[in-house]
């Protein structure tokens, strides 16, 4: 039997929420002081989730493995946040970024949860707003919006190019008021190691204290996973060092679902990868795609005189580039949206056309821009025949307003010059729309056990749109979890302190333990970076941008060789009850070898191409994706079975459309 | 590229401390400065010496989380870097690099390389905030404007990433400009003035309390700082606590 | 809320102190230093009255002890300040490029510090004692008045050059400490502006330069003529 009960309230699509939180149980005050939360991961969703609860009186425990709360990835991000505020009356609505976000996802979302978060969208900024968040002001000092891709009006908030900074600390400071007032306790440098189900409900966790090594027991009364993301399996990613799925793989084990696995973002415009000693990528914001137009050369000859730096890309002549974003997509042009800018880079550089050393990069130029920009602020100053150098420097000038920081900060990576040569990029694994299974609730399919943020796989379908990442996180935990939570919690007030002196709690301890002292005792030859690494290649190469069966199986077979590999031969040094900053490596990168099995089980079931998602075999001749709804409109929310993800059961909840079309995405 | 590193090895807070030296080689200068150190823990372990330890997350110089003292100055010789986003390419060949964790009281070194930076939390729970509830009734985000240049000035404080490199750097273990950061972030906006006294003193207290030095003004903050905090701010602050002190009552 | 904690107590307070007492010594220097110019003119007369009227004048008086105020809380609130600042970091770097990001003189503000007080310890004992508690030879005036002849004291004691070299030395160790010091106190008292700022901080620097300059003029000035004057 399926556990899948979306559990979406009857209603109208706009009043679904509305009647929904006016209808549930709530717990009194006096009750709420005796039920205990735990909340794993303090980014957007945790931040805000943890101080929201304790706000309204629940007792909090807050984890992080960071230092401190205010280094959680959210931090990283940088566009801006969506919101339907229709500030800029250019027809925005709760309905339209409904509508977007359900068409970005490529139909591969849940109805009742995609309009939810358009809903409560406002309010996280008025939120914001009022807990000091300096958002981008125009002069008449009220908020400014820009637009990102994908939509067609102007939504985004925005600080600089630091807005998940911005809202992070934002909730930090939210969640410092709590720990102040000792609503919430925190728990950094603590990493969750193993989750405590008793009586089929999760009661708790085993947290490790990553300074002393100690193995901790916590109870609660819920446990709320907000752990972002898995894109870490790559090895290569936009993602912190840090991020890992641990969390929800051990909940994962423990019984809840893992939905979409296969559903990875991958980013088009990053800074390529440039040896092989790299540890990560670092993005460069899509606002850039706005001005600069994406090119290589049209010769193989020339792209590999330029590989072998006999030539430069500012010698090669117009005629000679291949715009080929401009030429295939000429609606859109170099604003596709980033699945298709990604999978088109790919396609060049797999013909042999990529310019960089590894042969896996395209150009991002400025100087049409430049030039564009030079003219017209000639024009405004009313120079009359201005000289090539005079455009260019004016030109240059204006570039460097918009996105001046951006360009430092490729020049610090690169050293190279933007301004002077076309910068190098390259797509990188960005943000994963898979995640844990949870239905309407933000529960998984273990009672008790919540999943918010990147962590869950609710919103985002099959690919995400620009800043909606931000949008969610908060969404999640500042305006659905206070009250879905609450719900769950209005059933225990009567329980009473959950003890963790119980056979469930020293069996989940038990299997931590074991675990890190079976890396301690394998007494191998291999450092756990070389694993991760030789993971991230096989993921990258045969489930990365575009997929094939008999890639997808090869992976398989390869992982499971990798993953026994591992356990005979991984080098961890020291001991378990101390500092040991490779033994919680290790720990992390055994879960990516069972996660990654499972994100090409789950891309090899789903034959279309949808989204992030690719399957080379369903193309269409001009090299499109073709989605298949009458066969795929499902989320495929995957159960361990007997202890193997080889041997994971695949359960289906069916999508209903009941308010939206189901279009082909069309970007000619 | 070879280099010839010294590094601070301490196994506790308590244990004593010095310095150790490795030799690194085949460093490319694309390399990042971590990276350079995850060749050299790689090597390490090969050779069955425990790994340098060290704190580090986003790697592109926005979480706040690396802290190494590089060559006697905070995030190494650059400016308005953080140590991640330090190339190699800014050494030279052969040349003998000294890494020390970042130095304070108020920061102890947990091992190696890594220190305790709660003190900054701390901080921040002292007042680090606007006292406003989650709740979906609050006025309209635009209901108050914000002339553009508060809200710019408030937005370039508020990029603090509390790496902690003003206290590595300065002489007295000064935590100034971070807690003036915050302190200007939120006395600059209408929604933090209203609590903007009794901020400024809570925040103060705590920062003394940690054991941090005193601000004697020498700017070096600002120059390692690698979000190029100005200690306008400090000044702001200093003024704040001025007429807070004066009349609170 | 607790005043003490605001105004004396916290770190803050303690920086507030030595910006005020700190500039108001700097307006005393100016005095000082208008005072002691007839030693450069000869003009014995002129000094020696206002050395008299300094000593006797019943506002000067009270505003000398507000100075001798000033100098002991200056004096002690800095070393105070310098211990907690050592304190501050237990361990030692190893290696610390102070250069890279401050000046000389706003790392070294507690020994140039020092170095002027122990000066000014031996300043005083060699004339504010006398003058005050000493047996200083007096002399009538064309006007009937019996003034302390200070003027020849003070010539006597620059006439001697290891006295001479150790007051310009000093009085290039205050020129450093006010070169920080000065601008340092309007940053500590919160003026700060990107308008303003280079403004002060231009005063601050030629203030230095011109106090120092101007003060240890005089003993060279003095040991110079006398050198002349045995040839």
Redesign the interface.
């Known amino acids: 039997m399926s556990k899948l009960n979306s559990n979406i309230p009857e209603g109208s699509l706009a009043e679904k929420w509305t009647k929904h939180k006016s209808k549930i149980p709530l717990v009194s005050p006096a009750n709420k002081r005796q039920i205990d939360v735990i909340v794993v991961g303090t980014g957007l969703a945790g931040s805000s989730a943890a101080a929201s609860l304790a706000e309204l009186g629940y007792n909090v425990k807050a984890f992080c493995f960071q230092d401190s709360p205010r280094r959680a990835h959210s931090i990283a991000a940088q566009g801006g946040i969506n919101a339907a505020k229709n500030y800029q009356n250019d027809g925005d609505s709760t309905f339209r970024l409904f509508y977007d976000t359900i068409k970005g996802g490529d139909y591969r979302s849940r109805e009742a949860n995609v309009h939810r978060l358009a809903e409560v969208s406002a309010s996280i900024i008025d939120q914001c707003v009022a807990q000091g968040v300096p958002f981008a002001r125009e002069y008449g000092g009220l908020l400014d919006n820009r637009s990102f891709g994908g939509v067609q009006v102007s939504r985004t908030f925005y600080a600089k190019g630091q807005t998940g900074q911005q809202l992070l600390l934002g909730a930090y400071s939210a969640l410092s008021r709590q720990v102040a007032k000792g609503r919430v306790e925190l728990l950094s440098r603590h990493e969750m190691v193993e989750l405590v189900v008793v009586d089929g409900k999760s009661r708790g966790i085993i947290a490790r204290n990553l300074v002393t090594g100690e193995l901790e027991r916590h109870s609660a009364h819920a446990v709320i996973l907000c752990t972002g993301g898995y894109g870490n399996v790559f090895y290569l990613s936009t993602n912190a060092m840090g991020s890992n799925v641990t969390a929800a793989w051990k909940a994962h084990r423990k019984g809840a679902y893992i939905a979409n696995p296969c559903f990875t973002q991958i980013h088009p415009t990053c800074i390529p990868v440039s040896g092989d000693s790299q540890s990560k990528l670092t993005l460069m914001s899509e606002s850039l795609r706005n001005d600069g137009r994406i090119w290589v050369p049209k010769n193989a000859e020339d792209a590999l005189a330029i590989r072998e730096g006999k030539m430069k890309p500012t010698d090669l002549s117009e005629e000679n580039r291949d715009y080929y974003l401009e030429r295939r997509y000429p609606a859109f042009g170099n604003l596709v949206p980033r699945d298709v800018a990604s999978r088109a880079a790919k396609e060049r550089c797999d013909a042999g056309f990529g310019i960089n050393k590894t042969g896996e990069a395209v150009y991002l130029d400025f100087s049409s821009a430049i030039k564009r920009f030079g003219t017209e602020a000639a024009h405004v100053k009313g120079i009359k025949t201005p000289s090539e150098d005079e455009i260019k420097r004016l030109g240059e000038k204006i570039v460097e307003s918009k996105y001046g920081n951006l360009f430092q900060m490729y020049e610090k990576i690169t050293a190279q010059n933007p301004y002077k040569t076309p910068m190098m990029i390259y797509p990188a694994v960005h943000y994963t729309m898979g995640g844990v299974w949870v239905d309407y609730n933000l529960m998984t399919t273990v009672p008790g056990l919540f999943a918010l943020g990147e962590a869950n796989f609710s919103d985002h379908g099959a690919n995400r749109l620009g800043a909606s990442a931000l949008m969610q996180g908060l969404a999640d935990g500042y305006f659905v979890a206070p009250y879905t939570v609450g719900t769950y919690l209005s059933q225990d007030i009567t329980t009473g302190k959950i003890s963790t002196d119980s056979p469930e709690f020293d069996e989940a301890e038990s299997t931590a333990r074991n675990r890190m002292e079976g890396f301690l005792n394998s007494k191998g030859n291999t450092p756990v970076e070389v694993f991760h690494r030789d993971l991230g290649k096989i993921m990258w190469s045969q489930c990365g941008m575009a997929r094939n069966s008999e890639g997808l199986k090869k992976a398989i077979a390869d992982i499971r060789i990798l993953r026994d590999k591992f356990y005979s031969d991984v080098k961890v040094l020291g001991k378990i009850d101390e500092m040991n900053p490779e033994l919680d490596k290790a720990g992390r990168v055994a879960d990516f070898l069972e996660l990654g099995e499972l994100m090409c089980m789950d891309a090899l079931a789903r034959e279309e191409s949808c989204g992030g998602h690719f399957r080379e075999e369903f193309q269409s001749k001009e090299g499109e994706a073709v989605r298949k709804d009458d066969e795929f409109a499902f989320v495929a929310a995957w159960e361990f079975t007997e202890n193997d993800p080889g041997k994971s059961k695949l359960h289906k909840e069916e999508l209903t459309f009941e308010n939206v079309e189901l279009n082909t995405r069309s970007y000619k | 590229m070879n280099f010839t590193i010294?590094v601070?090895r301490q196994n506790g807070p308590k244990e004593r401390?010095g310095?150790a030296t490795y030799k690194v080689s085949n460093i490319?200068d694309?390399?990042?400065f971590?990276?350079m150190i995850?060749?050299l823990?790689?090597q390490l372990?090969?050779q069955?010496?425990?790994?340098v330890?060290f704190?580090?997350?986003?790697?592109?110089?926005?979480?706040?989380?690396c802290s190494m003292?590089i060559?006697?100055?905070a995030h190494g010789?650059g400016r308005g870097?953080t140590t991640c986003?330090l190339?190699m390419?800014e050494f030279k060949d052969g040349d003998t690099i000294?890494i020390?964790p970042f130095?304070?009281?108020?920061f102890p070194i947990?091992?190696d390389l890594?220190v305790?930076?709660?003190s900054?939390?701390r901080i921040?729970?002292?007042g680090?905030?606007?006292?406003?509830?989650?709740?979906?009734n609050?006025?309209?985000?635009?209901a108050t404007?914000?002339?553009?240049q508060d809200?710019?000035a408030?937005?370039d404080a508020?990029?603090c990433?509390?790496c902690g490199a003003c206290v590595a750097?300065c002489?007295?273990?000064?935590a100034m400009l971070f807690t003036s950061a915050k302190v200007s972030?939120?006395s600059l906006?209408p929604?933090?003035k209203i609590e903007a006294s009794e901020r400024v003193?809570n925040m103060?207290?705590q920062?003394?309390l940690e054991?941090?030095?005193?601000?004697?003004?020498?700017?070096?903050c600002e120059?390692?700082c690698p979000k190029g905090i100005s200690?306008?701010n400090?000044?702001?602050?200093?003024?704040?606590?001025?007429s807070?002190?004066?009349t609170?009552? | 809320m607790d005043l003490s904690a605001g105004l004396i107590r916290s770190s803050l307070a303690r920086k507030y102190w030595m910006a005020l007492t700190g500039l108001f010594l700097c307006s005393f220097l100016v005095v000082h230093l208008l005072g002691n110019l007839p030693l450069l003119t000869g003009n014995k007369e002129m000094f020696n009255s206002y050395a008299h009227f300094m000593t006797t004048f019943p506002l000067i008086k009270m505003v000398s002890y507000l100075l001798y105020g000033s100098i002991v809380l200056h004096s002690i609130d800095g070393l105070l300040l310098a211990r907690s600042n050592k304190a501050a970091r237990e361990t030692r770097y190893v290696k610390y490029n102070g250069k890279a990001n401050a000046s000389w003189s706003s790392r070294n503000m507690a020994i140039l510090g020092t170095l002027t007080l122990v000066f000014l310890i031996i300043h005083m004992k060699s004339f504010w004692y006398e003058m005050h508690f000493g047996n200083i030879p007096t002399y009538l005036t064309n006007d009937g008045a019996e003034l302390k002849d200070l003027y020849s004291i003070t010539v006597a004691a620059f006439q001697q050059p290891w006295y001479a070299v150790f007051y310009v030395i000093s009085m290039m160790g205050l020129g450093f400490h006010l070169w920080h010091g000065f601008s340092s106190s309007f940053q500590t008292l919160g003026i700060n502006h990107p308008k303003y700022t280079p403004i002060i901080e231009i005063i601050g620097k030629s203030f230095s330069v011109i106090i120092s300059l101007a003060f240890a003029s005089i003993p060279i000035y003095l040991l110079l003529s006398s050198i002349n004057s045995i040839d």
């Not at chain 2, 069955?48 to 790994?51: A, G, S």
């Not at chain 2, 704190?55 to 989380?65: A, K, L, P, T």
């Not at chain 2, 054991?211 to 070096?220: E, L, M, P, R, S």
Request: aromatic share 6%.
């Open positions: 010294n601070w401390g310095i490319s694309d390399m990042s971590l990276e995850d060749v823990n790689e372990i090969i069955d010496i425990e790994p330890v704190d580090h997350d986003c790697r592109e110089g926005i979480c706040g989380m003292f060559n006697g100055e010789p870097v986003q190339h390419r000294t020390e130095r304070a009281k108020a947990i091992k890594m305790d930076r709660g900054f939390d921040i729970q002292a680090g905030y606007v006292s406003v509830n989650t709740s979906g609050l006025p309209d985000a635009n404007p914000i002339e553009k809200a710019d408030a937005f508020a990029t990433i509390g750097t002489k007295n273990a000064s972030q939120l906006l929604q933090g003193m103060v207290k920062m003394d054991g941090f030095g005193n601000c004697t003004n020498t700017g070096a120059v390692e200690i306008e400090i000044a702001r602050m200093n003024r704040e606590y001025l807070a002190s004066i609170s009552k």
